[in-house]
């Protein structure tokens, strides 16, 4: 937030969208992960060591690089909506505006509803990577993770709602995006699936084999 502070733009989101993002856009798969099949050769791992940390140098590693990454996506998404709808971006490639004033409320409404959007992606897609710290998304079974499948679809739900409903526009300041922002947040969202949980925890060489 210091670096929009320091560049005289507002800040890219509202307190009450990121209640939204802890309480319900996250709060349903976080308890789906709890139910989710264990993932592949768990009973062939050693036990964890005792009075290991929970957040250990590969937890850190791990949410380090996805909260980057979610920062440059939204942050992009911020950056283009605020140069798409103004003609530039106030501060930086152009002059300041008064963000207190029309046109420029509703172009900040556009822009935040867009990292508002752009964040819940991120984390909708990130957390198919978050089920098994041994193996990439690409080498584990999803077919059976019904649980995360229907809290996923809640929550995206829930953020299209909170976009597009207009008795809930006013509460979380949204408004509706184009189809060229979703096909932008979409693209920008997808590297979360890259991270790559086995390496950052240290497991990039206690791979199984394929089944």
Same mark, same amino acid.
């Given at each position: 937030?210091?670096?929009?502070?320091?560049?005289?733009?507002?800040?890219?989101?509202?307190?009450?969208?990121?209640?939204? %993002?802890?309480?319900?856009?996250?709060?349903?798969?976080?308890?789906?992960? /709890?139910?989710?099949?264990?993932?592949?050769?768990?009973?062939?791992?050693?036990?964890?060591?005792? /009075?290991?940390? @929970?957040?250990?140098?590969? @937890?850190?590693?791990?949410? +380090?690089?996805?909260?980057?990454?979610?920062?440059?996506?939204? $942050?992009? @998404?911020? +950056?283009? $909506? %605020?140069?798409?709808?103004? /003609?530039?971006?106030?501060?930086?490639?152009?002059?300041?505006?008064?963000?207190?004033? !029309?046109?420029?409320?509703?172009?900040?409404?556009?822009?935040?509803?867009?990292?508002?959007?752009?964040?819940?992606?991120? !984390? %909708?897609?990130?957390?198919?990577?978050?089920? *098994? !710290?041994?193996?990439?998304?690409?080498?584990?079974?999803?077919?059976? $993770?019904?649980?995360?499948?229907?809290?996923?679809?809640?929550?995206?739900?829930?953020?299209?709602?909170?976009?597009?409903?207009?008795?809930?526009?006013?509460?979380? *300041?949204?408004?509706?995006?184009?189809?060229?922002?979703?096909? +932008?947040?979409?693209?920008?969202?997808?590297?979360?699936?890259?991270? &790559? &949980?086995?390496?950052?925890?240290?497991?990039?060489?206690?791979? %199984?084999? !394929?089944?």
């Amino acid at each position: 937030m210091r670096l929009f502070d320091r560049t005289n733009l507002p800040l890219p989101i509202t307190p009450i969208q990121i209640l939204w %993002l802890n309480l319900a856009t996250d709060g349903f798969p976080a308890l789906a992960l /709890g139910v989710d099949p264990p993932s592949r050769g768990v009973m062939e791992r050693p036990p964890r060591e005792p /009075g290991k940390k @929970m957040m250990d140098r590969g @937890m850190i590693s791990f949410v +380090l690089v996805a909260g980057f990454v979610a920062f440059l996506a939204s $942050s992009f @998404m911020f +950056l283009w $909506s %605020l140069n798409t709808y103004i /003609g530039h971006i106030p501060g930086l490639t152009g002059p300041m505006v008064n963000w207190d004033i !029309e046109p420029y409320v509703t172009n900040l409404r556009h822009a935040r509803t867009a990292v508002f959007a752009s964040v819940v992606t991120f !984390e %909708l897609i990130f957390v198919w990577n978050c089920r *098994d !710290e041994y193996h990439p998304i690409w080498r584990t079974e999803i077919r059976h $993770s019904t649980a995360l499948f229907a809290a996923v679809a809640v929550s995206i739900i829930l953020t299209l709602m909170t976009i597009y409903a207009p008795f809930m526009q006013p509460l979380f *300041d949204t408004m509706p995006l184009e189809p060229m922002a979703w096909v +932008l947040i979409i693209l920008t969202s997808l590297p979360a699936l890259l991270i &790559p &949980p086995h390496i950052l925890f240290g497991h990039k060489d206690e791979l %199984l084999p !394929e089944e």
